[in-house]
C-alpha cells in the first residue's frame, strides 16, 4: 500500500495534489480508506480542504480563445442583423439606381460577389451564406442593365407616365404569334425619332431649303417578357 | 465543458418527410416549366406585386427560412427567387 502510486506520502500523490486535484479523487486517498497514511498528510486530503484546492481553471488568453468566445457569443445577434440586412439590399436592389451601384462594377466588386457569401457561410451559417449569394446574384444582375434614362427611353418624353406596362390585351401581335412569344409586359409602346437637325454642306448646295423639314416616325417598339 | 452540437438535416418525423418531398418536387417543377422557361410568362399578379418592397422582402425570407428548414428547399428556392428577380429587373 505504501508503495501505490495513490498513497499519500508518494512523490506521485503530492504532485497530484499540488495540480488541483477534483474532489471525486479524494475519497480513493482518504485516510479512513488507507489506515496507514500518517496525519501529517491528512489536512491535505481532507474534504475541508478540497474547496481550498478546488479546481480553477486558468483563463486561456489566447487570440485563437478570444476570437472562438467572441465568435460564439456575437453569433446569433450577427446572424439576424446579417440577415435583416441582406432583406432590404436584395429587396431594394432591383429598383436601386446603377449610378449608385457601379462601385461594384469591377474586378474587386465581381470578387466580392464571390468572398461575401463564402464568408457569411463560414463565420454564420450556410442558410445565410445561401441568402447572401442570391442577393449578390440579384447585384449582380441589376448591374447588367442599364438604367432607362442610358437607352432609348431617352427620345420618348414620357416624364409624366410610367413606361413598363402590362399586357391587359389577349390578342397578341403577328410577330409575337410568328415568334411564339407571349410577352405579359411592354417596355415602350412609342418611340418618337426624329430627323438629324443641321446645316448639312451637300444638301445646302444641292437644294434651295437650307434645312430639310424635320421628320417624326412614330412605331411601336418592343416588348419581352 | 466542451457541448458538441450535432447537426442533423435529417427530417424528424414521416409529416416533416412528404413536407420536404412535396416542396422539393412543387419547386422543381416551378424552376423546370416556369422560372428557366423563356416562352411560359409569369403569372400576371407575380409581375404586379414586383413593385411592392414587401412582397421582395418575404421571397428573400423565404430562400432563408427554406434552407434552415431543409437544404435542398433552400436551394430549389433560391433558384426561383433568383429567376424570378432576374426576370423582373429585365423587365421593368
Request: aromatic content about 6%; overall charge neutral.
Amino acid at each position: 500500500m505504501a508503495s501505490s502510486p495513490k498513497a499519500p506520502g508518494s512523490p506521485n500523490y503530492r504532485s497530484r495534489a499540488n495540480s488541483q486535484i477534483s474532489p471525486m479523487a479524494s475519497p480513493m486517498v482518504s485516510p479512513v480508506a488507507s489506515p496507514k497514511v500518517s496525519p501529517m498528510a491528512s489536512p491535505k486530503v481532507s474534504p475541508v480542504a478540497s474547496p481550498v484546492a478546488s479546481p480553477i481553471e486558468e483563463m486561456d488568453m489566447s487570440l485563437l480563445s478570444w476570437l472562438t468566445n467572441t465568435h460564439t457569443v456575437l453569433k446569433w445577434p450577427v446572424t439576424i442583423l446579417t440577415v435583416a440586412a441582406l432583406l432590404v439590399a436584395g429587396a431594394f436592389a432591383g429598383i436601386a439606381s446603377r449610378k449608385s451601384l457601379e462601385f461594384l462594377d469591377n474586378s474587386i466588386g465581381s470578387a466580392v460577389f464571390f468572398i461575401f457569401p463564402l464568408v457569411c457561410s463560414v463565420v454564420l451559417d450556410w442558410p445565410t451564406g445561401l441568402l447572401a449569394a442570391v442577393v449578390s446574384l440579384i447585384v449582380f444582375a441589376r448591374l447588367q442593365k442599364r438604367d432607362s434614362s442610358e437607352g432609348f427611353s431617352d427620345t420618348v418624353n414620357d416624364k409624366s407616365e410610367q413606361n413598363t406596362k402590362l399586357i391587359s390585351n389577349p390578342h397578341r401581335w403577328f410577330i409575337e404569334r410568328m415568334l411564339g412569344e407571349r410577352p405579359v409586359a411592354i417596355s415602350s409602346d412609342r418611340i418618337i425619332t426624329s430627323a438629324v437637325q443641321g446645316n448639312d454642306s451637300r444638301i445646302a448646295s444641292s437644294s434651295s431649303p437650307s434645312q430639310s423639314p424635320s421628320l417624326s416616325i412614330e412605331s411601336s417598339s418592343s416588348s419581352h417578357k | 465543458m466542451a457541448t458538441t452540437r450535432v447537426v442533423t438535416d435529417d427530417p424528424t418525423s414521416l409529416v416533416d418527410a412528404s413536407l420536404r418531398m412535396i416542396v422539393i418536387l412543387g419547386l422543381l417543377g416551378w424552376n423546370a416549366f416556369e422560372a428557366l422557361s423563356l416562352r411560359t410568362p409569369y403569372p400576371s399578379s407575380m409581375v404586379a406585386l414586383w413593385d411592392s418592397p414587401v412582397w421582395r422582402m418575404m421571397l428573400l425570407f423565404i430562400v432563408w427560412v427554406g434552407a434552415e428548414w431543409c437544404p435542398r428547399v433552400g436551394l430549389m428556392t433560391g433558384m426561383a427567387v433568383v429567376m424570378y428577380i432576374v426576370n423582373m429587373i429585365q423587365i421593368v
